[in-house]
């Protein structure tokens, strides 16, 4: 079993649709979540890191529940600058970022 | 804003030559990784590198990588005799503190051995 597993994707979504990626990790003893974008042969670059209490930022909203170890990104409002990759990412303590394979985002005008 | 500088871009090689991909981190950073990614697959971890030494590797880092961090400044990633599945790109990242610290990469250098 994959450590972090993503939806597969491509979405494809019309300019203002909303849309949410979900995120499933195995290993209980993972610590840090975060979700990472990735542009077209570009490096990954942090989006926002998710919190059990869920966090917000602006038309971007993370949910983490450590019990079912699932992780959830959902973009509200989506323009045509938010397609790209869409990375799961966890961190446990001693260890390293591990990546899923990401889901790919295509908003269309 | 501060970023990680790697280079070469790009670099064309032949298999079973040795290559040395650079990268300067972030000035007060104090952990550093690569990672690579092959077209089309996951970002994969590859090593991390914390108080001038190897703080874990993957299966992937075999006897044909290193790592050094020379000056104080750069961090490289040697690979001593390039096979054809090394073709990828490689991100170099470093971070300030781990745990829920998200990590700053490189734009990469693309590794294509022919």
């Known amino acids: 079993r994959k450590e972090v597993e993503q939806d597969p994707g491509p979405f494809n979504v019309p300019e203002g649709a909303t849309v949410a990626f979900n995120c499933t990790y195995s290993?209980?003893?993972?610590?840090?979540f975060f979700w990472y974008r990735q542009d077209c042969r570009k490096e990954p670059k942090l989006l926002m890191s998710?919190?059990?209490s869920g966090n917000e930022d602006g038309r971007f909203t993370a949910q983490l529940n450590r019990a079912s170890q699932y992780i959830s990104l959902l973009i509200r409002d989506s323009k045509l600058s938010d397609s790209a990759t869409y990375l799961c990412?966890?961190?446990?303590?001693?260890?390293?970022?591990?990546f899923g394979q990401g889901t790919e985002l295509s908003v269309k005008p | 804003e501060p970023e990680v500088t790697q280079t070469p871009s790009h670099q064309v090689t032949q298999m079973g030559q040795e290559v040395i991909l650079r990268c300067v981190p972030i000035?007060?950073?104090?952990?550093f990784y690569w990672y690579r990614q092959i077209l089309g697959q996951k970002v994969e971890f590859l090593v991390s590198?914390?108080?001038?030494?190897?703080?874990?590797k993957s299966e992937i880092f075999d006897d044909q990588f290193s790592v050094e961090r020379p000056d104080g400044s750069n961090f490289t990633l040697k690979i001593r005799s390039t096979k054809l599945e090394d073709s990828a790109m490689y991100f170099c990242?470093?971070?300030?503190?781990?745990?829920?610290?998200?990590?700053?990469f490189g734009s990469g250098t693309r590794l294509t051995v022919v």
């Open positions: 998710v919190y059990s």
């Open positions: 990242a470093s971070t300030v503190r781990t745990g829920d610290y998200g990590y700053t």
């Open positions: 590198f914390y108080n001038n030494e190897i703080s874990e």
């Open positions: 290993n209980s003893a993972s610590q840090s």
């Open positions: 000035s007060n950073h104090l952990y």
């Open positions: 990412v966890v961190w446990r303590q001693g260890g390293k970022l591990i």
